[in-house]
């Protein structure tokens, strides 16, 4: 038996009793990846990338480990609630034109003293004293960096579209803005180089990009390091007493933290360990999240119908953007129909063993985004089911 196939055995005896569809995460596989994220950051410890974990219980239990402190958010909504629920280091990893929210962050010392805002502009800046509404309460600042690779004189550009702050004397500049303004205070930079953790460098198949990908990336690495401690530098010569610089990513985490000018890293995908990230170099992880979804047909021979599954993820539309039929082994999509919204027809010899009513797992393309599908995830340890932990959205939160 592979340990695919003995994996497969646990999650079916483990969700005997329970009808898909269904999310699962195998707490072994998460701890274990937990472990090797730990490993791969050699003493810095990690801030958990909220948006890709999407479970309350599952972000306190990581956090619980050696090596892990502190929360990275998507949303100030999503900042605050975590804060009410006594998460008390919250960074908010995205510029925000969330006015009520920040009239709720100004007005309350608790909610102040343990959410971090991202800015990028001093027009943000000017939008939320605008929201104050009347709190009083001092704003804890971080500064983004865009951390982007640009060649052929700036012709050519590899990264998100994030920052506009590239130079040091642009972040200094926005720092010394930050300093000037009353109920402000520049506590942290920070600098999401999602084309070096976030783009795999071994994909099957394609080993002229794979090659031209670490070409890429390590040209980056070099870019981005040295610039980064420029910019470190420009923005503390400010604010000496900056509190973090925070890097990385799930595909990056070992060569950020041999950066000096880091303090922390952030990573969430490598916990549950989606299909985008099978194809890296760098570290091998366990998929520890996944969902079942039942057989309701059987058209003919070769061939079963599941319920729905039709799940992509964001970023650019592409095949690499679906979620992939994992359990059993050799499953494949019907290239007429693919993932479907209410049936999704699979073909391969494995369904010929098939019944109707049993299961079958797949992976999501990314992480966190399985959690907007379910509102419960059964957490699995070896062959039983040993809790149930509510998603944001079994929390009747659905942030964005």
């Given at each position: 038996m592979t340990p695919r196939a003995a994996d497969r055995t646990r999650y079916d005896r483990a969700t005997a009793a329970l009808d898909a569809p269904l999310a699962i995460v195998d707490l072994e596989a998460f701890d274990a990846n937990a472990d090797d994220l730990v490993r791969r950051a050699a003493g810095k410890p990690i801030r958990v990338a909220s948006k890709s974990v999407r479970c309350r219980a599952l972000l306190e239990r990581v956090l619980e480990r050696d090596g892990f402190e502190g929360l990275m958010s998507f949303t100030l909504a999503e900042s605050l609630w975590l804060a009410r629920s006594g998460f008390d280091d919250v960074l908010l990893a995205y510029p925000s034109a969330d006015r009520g929210g920040y009239a709720e962050l100004a007005a309350d010392p608790k909610l102040a003293a343990a959410v971090t805002i991202m800015v990028d502009d001093p027009a943000q800046l000017e939008l939320i004293d605008r929201a104050r509404d009347g709190g009083r309460e001092e704003i804890r600042v971080c500064l983004e960096l865009d951390t982007s690779l640009r060649m052929l004189a700036g012709r050519v550009r590899i990264g998100a579209l994030r920052s506009p702050l590239r130079e040091p004397a642009q972040l200094a500049e926005l720092a010394r803005s930050v300093a000037r303004r009353p109920?402000?205070?520049?506590?942290?930079?920070m600098a999401y180089e999602g084309h070096i953790a976030g783009v795999g460098d071994s994909v099957a198949g394609r080993p002229l990009r794979s090659r031209a990908v670490r070409l890429m990336q390590s040209a980056a690495r070099r870019e981005l390091a040295a610039r980064r401690a420029a910019v470190v530098r420009a923005v503390r010569a400010v604010a000496p007493d900056l509190e973090f610089v925070n890097g990385g990513g799930t595909g990056s985490v070992q060569h950020t933290a041999a950066e000096a000018a880091v303090t922390e890293i952030a990573a969430g995908s490598g916990l549950y360990v989606p299909r985008l990230f099978d194809n890296y170099t760098s570290f091998t992880g366990r998929p520890a999240a996944l969902f079942a979804m039942p057989v309701v047909r059987r058209p003919g021979v070769g061939v079963v119908t599941v319920l729905g599954g039709g799940y992509p993820a964001s970023g650019a539309a592409g095949a690499d953007r679906l979620p992939v039929p994992y359990l059993p082994e050799g499953l494949r999509y019907d290239p007429q129909e693919g993932p479907g919204e209410?049936?999704?027809?699979?073909?391969?010899?494995?369904?010929?063993?098939?019944?109707?009513?049993d299961k079958v797992w797949f992976r999501h393309a990314k992480s966190g985004e399985l959690c907007e599908r379910f509102d419960a995830l059964q957490l699995?340890?070896?062959d039983r089911v040993t809790g149930t932990a509510p998603t944001y959205r079994g929390e009747g939160h659905t942030f964005l």
């Open positions: 109920g402000f205070r520049l506590v942290g930079l209410v049936q999704t027809p699979l073909l391969g010899s494995p369904a010929d063993d098939l019944l109707i009513g699995i340890e070896g």
